[in-house]
């Protein structure tokens, strides 16, 4: 039920082949530039990668498509082959049930199976300037008939210096074309060339998202995906939450999350495609005012949120586009403020962990789940600090009259104080931890050893990055082997903390402790060994100096630590 893409318009084949890709409702961009194409306009849209600019012109041209022409209708330039093979390849999913003819045409690619393709009939072609000019000149391009160009990253193409073959090109169309230009800066080069080559344009500026996501500390876990839900809630039980933004691909994903985590003592609201506009509202509305603090949400749903404070961003999935992961964790660490990031990362989503990493230029830093003991220890906690809040905070009287009458019927004031605690743990009871294989999951080894704990996830023979090898798996893994005293890491230094299991430090604390006092962001912190006594954590060579400066001053659950490098 695509009904807002309907709304558009659109042929019921594209609506459908949109909703087949998960396509919830128009993107701003698409809601403006569909409406206007379809009716003939000629169209600028300042508009980057990552807005659903291509969608926006893919579906008008599409849907205005006349079955069995033998010449081509419609033409996309594009500055890169890398970008003209991403239109072809979205303009044939969303042309699959129209079955349109696309092709896409860039140098370095045979010209025979082109030319081919091109006399059996083509419908779009998609095809960067200089491979276009090859094939008009070749006299097996011909474009008289083409009703719709589209001029994208046009600004690219210019810098590239490709402007006198867009001229040229342009020449070969006819003169009442309509013509379309996506750019996402508008320079007075691009001004000119609409001047001249568009008629009467409309302006759609579409403003890019500001993401910084140098203020969010990015973490991640290897998490079956059978455990997926286990994980979050074991994490729910750790993380300083005041509110959260947990990001699920689908619109029925979200709401079965939402139910499971209600069902497990974790309210939490839904935000997604089938709610009205006004239960939308109702929905933030909570959310902004602090009644909600759990939301799950799809990537449409959440667009456009502009929410101040959310101080954590879950990904119950990895988006299947790197460009949304940034946008998804941009909702937290706004305003200068900082957040933290969570993936959960099922083996067969390393792919699109890759994706990530390569746009971020930096590996995620994967952490290790808590454990049961870890989550009893972190309530009891908890628990302890509420106690003491109120112990020195006072204002109590009620409650004293209360314990007063106990005490006068002779009962013993630790009784009283434990049978107190009791009630007050009642909640947690009622929250059992949930269990999950808390073996280490595999995303290395060989196919051949590979066993039944990975529970029919998608086999792959991924290379770990080092910065990934963390956490509990590799604890176990190096337990009888010694860590080195020194860092295997390229540009990384080992240094030693005088604290360790014993005094029940976690991954987390290390991350923290380092980040916060040493002011490095945590992202940056490499490989970290737990021992009975000691830890051994990897930092990059030049933030080294800044650790070892605060040893002593350095605190882990209010303990000083003495940093040194190993040895
Ligand atoms: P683009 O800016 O065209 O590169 O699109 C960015 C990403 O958004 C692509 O992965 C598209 O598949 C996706 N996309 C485009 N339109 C929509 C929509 N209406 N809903 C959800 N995703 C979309």
Same mark, same amino acid.
Request: net charge positive; glycine share 12%; hydrophobic share 35%.
């Given at each position: 039920m695509t009904t807002e893409f309907a709304l558009l318009n659109l042929h019921p084949q594209l609506v459908q082949a949109v909703n087949d890709r998960g396509y919830e409702a128009p993107m701003p961009i698409q809601s403006a530039v569909i409406p206007l194409m379809l009716a003939g306009h000629d169209v600028i849209g300042q508009a980057q990668t990552g807005t659903g600019k291509t969608a926006a012109f893919a579906l008008p041209i599409l849907n205005n498509l006349e079955p069995n022409q033998p010449h081509v209708q419609a033409l996309v330039l594009t500055p890169t082959r890398e970008l003209a093979l991403q239109v072809a390849e979205a303009m044939i999913s969303y042309g699959t049930l129209s079955k349109a003819r696309v092709l896409a045409v860039y140098g370095g690619q045979a010209y025979g199976p082109q030319i081919y393709?091109?006399?059996?009939?083509?419908?779009?072609?998609?095809?960067?300037?200089?491979r276009l000019m090859d094939l008009i000149h070749r006299g097996v391009l011909n474009l008289s008939a083409v009703r719709t160009v589209v001029l994208d990253e046009a600004d690219e193409m210019l810098s590239m210096g490709f402007v006198e073959d867009i001229e040229l090109i342009l020449a070969e169309t006819p003169a009442e074309r309509q013509t379309a230009l996506f750019s996402a800066t508008m320079p007075a080069e691009i001004r000119a060339l609409a001047n001249t080559y568009m008629k009467d344009p409309c302006t759609i500026a579409i403003k890019a998202e500001q993401v910084t996501v140098d203020t969010i500390e990015q973490r991640a876990y290897w998490v079956r995906r059978d455990d997926k839900i286990a994980a979050l809630t074991r994490l729910f039980e750790t993380e300083e939450i005041t509110s959260a933004l947990i990001f699920a691909r689908t619109r029925i994903g979200t709401s079965e999350l939402a139910t499971a985590l209600a069902a497990r003592n974790f309210p939490a609201e839904v935000l997604n495609g089938d709610l009205s506009q006004d239960?939308?509202?109702?929905? !933030?509305?909570?959310?902004?005012?602090?009644?909600?603090?759990?939301?799950?949400? &799809?990537?449409? /749903?959440? *667009?456009?949120?502009?929410?101040?404070?959310?101080?954590?961003?879950?990904?119950?999935? !990895?988006?299947?586009?790197?460009?949304?992961?940034?946008?998804?964790?941009?909702? &937290?660490?706004? /305003?200068? *403020?900082s957040g933290v990031a969570i993936s959960l990362v099922a083996p067969s989503e390393k792919h699109r962990l890759r994706q990530i990493e390569a746009l971020l230029y930096r590996k995620l830093t994967f952490a290790t789940l808590p454990t049961e003991a870890e989550i009893m220890q972190a309530r009891e906690d908890r628990l302890a600090k509420q106690v003491l809040m109120w112990l020195q905070r006072g204002r109590c009287k009620q409650e004293r009259a209360i314990i007063d009458r106990f005490a006068a019927e002779g009962y013993d004031p630790i009784d009283i104080a434990t049978a107190a605690l009791k009630l007050a743990r009642l909640e947690d009871k009622q929250r059992p931890i949930m269990p999950m294989d808390e073996t280490p999951v595999m995303v290395d080894r060989p196919r051949a050893e590979r066993g039944r704990s990975d529970r029919g996830e998608r086999p792959e023979r991924p290379e770990r990055p080092a910065a990934q090898k963390f956490g509990r798996a590799l604890e176990r893994a190096e337990a009888g082997s010694r860590w080195a005293a020194v860092s295997h890491e390229e540009g990384m230094v080992r240094l030693s903390l005088n604290t360790g299991r014993q005094a029940g430090i976690r991954v987390n604390d290390v991350v923290g402790a380092i980040a916060a006092h040493a002011n490095i962001p945590g992202r940056v912190i490499g490989k970290i060994s737990i021992q009975d006594r000691f830890t051994l954590v990897d930092v990059p060579e030049e933030f080294a100096g800044q650790v070892l400066a605060q040893s002593g001053d350095l605190r882990i659950r209010k303990q000083a630590i003495a940093v040194q490098r190993a040895q």
């Open positions: 393709q091109l006399r059996q009939g083509v419908d779009v072609v998609v095809g960067t300037p200089g239960a939308r509202e109702h929905t !933030l509305n909570r959310f902004r005012q602090g009644k909600t603090t759990v939301l799950v949400a &799809t990537d449409v /749903a959440a *667009r456009g949120l502009d929410i101040e404070g959310i101080s954590h961003v879950f990904n119950f999935d !990895l988006p299947e586009d790197a460009e949304v992961y940034v946008h998804r964790i941009g909702r &937290t660490g706004r /305003a200068g *403020r």
